[in-house]
């Protein structure tokens, strides 16, 4: 009889094993789904305060639009654009430190995520933290980009141009500079406004080279022709610079600062005893000139009421310009390239002491200037 009982037991536990089986895996069914419920009902209520944060934002109540976002990260604290939306709102109000360390720990699990480095990027130059800035924007700008936003993250890369000019790091802008000349569209407009960056990046010879693109794309822009006519003068080729001032002036002859640009570029390029294609007789006559305006200059300066320091070098001056004059101006000998250049010297160190006594030149005495500056230390 025992021996019969024993299979009976054995299939009394295992019904009951199966049934408690089936109530655990209904319990752990109703359970998953009471908590997906729940998680549901929360995402609902975490949308609606982020609803109402970028309502706050737009409405300019930066502090409540802070509580609201904290709701919502409270209820959903994984989602990212719940927790930039916070971090941005936080640094707007200048909780710096709050934003960063909310940013921090997003980007732990996604180093390479380029929004996220956004917003670390921004904080840090709100804060004048160039290192940090330049650090995130980079780290950003090679991150994780879908294959559709080659425009934005170009913008990005514009962005952080601007933000190392603002910081004086011309060096690095003009590398980034270099990497957005490679991507840009042909465009008259997208090469005007890289050669504007150029310009202020203190890069002459780059800004020409796009000016010139952007009018040979678009003759008719005069931003462009103009701009390089001001970047070829940079440069000292003024040539080239009267081309395109004639250029821009035809389509705004109203213009007045191309007008005297232009002026001056043709006083210099006329006054210059060095220009090409002279004869020996031409150069010693310009050179002439230019000394006698040169000290006659000097003589209106020192009537006028300066420094005895000043007064002493324009009165050295005046005395090495009278004794060289005599031997530039032999009718059997032209002065030989070394001579111009030596006369050429003495009549830039006569403006340049003019200048730092007495002010601001005339435009012939501006163009006699940049003639010096132009062949001071070049050799024949």
Same mark, same amino acid.
């Given at each position: 009889m025992e021996v019969l009982r024993i299979p009976r037991i054995l299939n009394q536990e295992l019904v009951l094993l199966i049934a408690l089986s089936l109530v655990a895996v209904g319990a752990f069914i109703f359970t998953r789904?009471?908590?997906?419920?729940?998680r549901q009902l929360e995402t609902k209520i975490a949308a609606v305060w982020f609803q109402r944060g970028e309502?706050?934002?737009r409405a300019g109540q930066t502090d409540?639009?802070?509580?609201?976002?904290?709701?919502?990260?409270?209820?959903?604290? $994984?989602? =990212?654009?719940? +927790?930039?939306?916070?971090? /941005? *709102? @936080?640094?707007?109000?200048?909780?710096?430190?709050?934003?960063?360390?909310?940013?921090?720990?997003?980007?732990?699990?996604?180093?390479?995520?380029?929004?996220?480095?956004?917003?670390?990027?921004?904080?840090?130059?709100?804060?004048? $933290?160039? =290192?940090?800035? +330049?650090?995130?924007?980079? /780290? *950003? @700008?090679y991150g994780r980009w879908p294959s559709d936003q080659v425009n934005e993250r170009r913008k990005l890369r514009f962005e952080l141009v601007h933000f190392l000019l603002d910081h004086q790091q011309r060096e690095l802008a003009t590398s980034e500079l270099l990497i957005l000349q490679a991507q840009t569209p042909d465009s008259a407009a997208a090469?005007?406004?890289?050669?504007?960056?150029?310009?202020?990046?203190?890069?002459?010879?780059?800004?020409?080279?796009?000016?010139?693109?952007?009018?040979?794309?678009?003759?008719?822009?005069?931003e462009a022709l103009t701009g390089a006519g001001n970047a070829a003068f940079q440069l000292g080729e003024y040539g080239k610079a009267e081309q395109f001032l004639r250029a821009a002036l035809k389509l705004d002859p109203d213009s007045p600062r191309t007008r005297q640009l232009l002026t001056l570029t043709q006083l210099v390029q006329g006054e210059d005893p060095l220009a090409p294609h002279l004869s020996a007789l031409d150069r010693q006559k310009r050179l002439l000139s230019d000394l006698e305006r040169s000290a006659n200059r000097v003589d209106d300066c020192l009537s006028q009421s300066t420094s005895a320091e000043a007064s002493a070098e324009l009165q050295a001056l005046k005395a090495e310009?009278?004794?060289?004059?005599?031997?530039?101006?032999?009718?059997?000998?032209?002065?030989?390239?070394?001579?111009?250049?030596?006369g050429i010297g003495l009549m830039f160190r006569m403006q340049q002491a003019a200048s730092a006594a007495c002010g601001v030149p005339t435009m012939e005495d501006q163009a006699l200037l940049l003639i010096g500056r132009q062949h001071s230390g070049d050799r024949p």
């Open positions: 789904r009471l908590a997906a419920r729940e309502d706050y934002l409540k639009a802070i509580q609201a976002f904290r709701k919502a990260t409270s209820d959903i604290g $994984d989602n =990212q654009k719940y +927790v930039l939306a916070l971090a /941005s *709102a @936080l640094a707007a109000e200048k909780h710096s430190a709050e934003a960063q360390q909310l940013l921090l720990r997003l980007r732990e699990s996604d180093p390479e995520d380029p929004e996220i480095n956004i917003h670390l990027a921004r904080l840090a130059a709100s804060q004048n $933290d160039t =290192q940090q800035a +330049v650090h995130y924007y980079q /780290s *950003a @700008l090469h005007v406004e890289l050669a504007k960056l150029f310009v202020e990046a203190g890069d002459a010879l780059r800004a020409l080279a796009e000016y010139s693109e952007a009018a040979r794309l678009e003759n008719t822009n005069g310009a009278l004794t060289a004059v005599p031997k530039l101006s032999s009718k059997s000998h032209s002065p030989d390239s070394d001579a111009v250049r030596s």
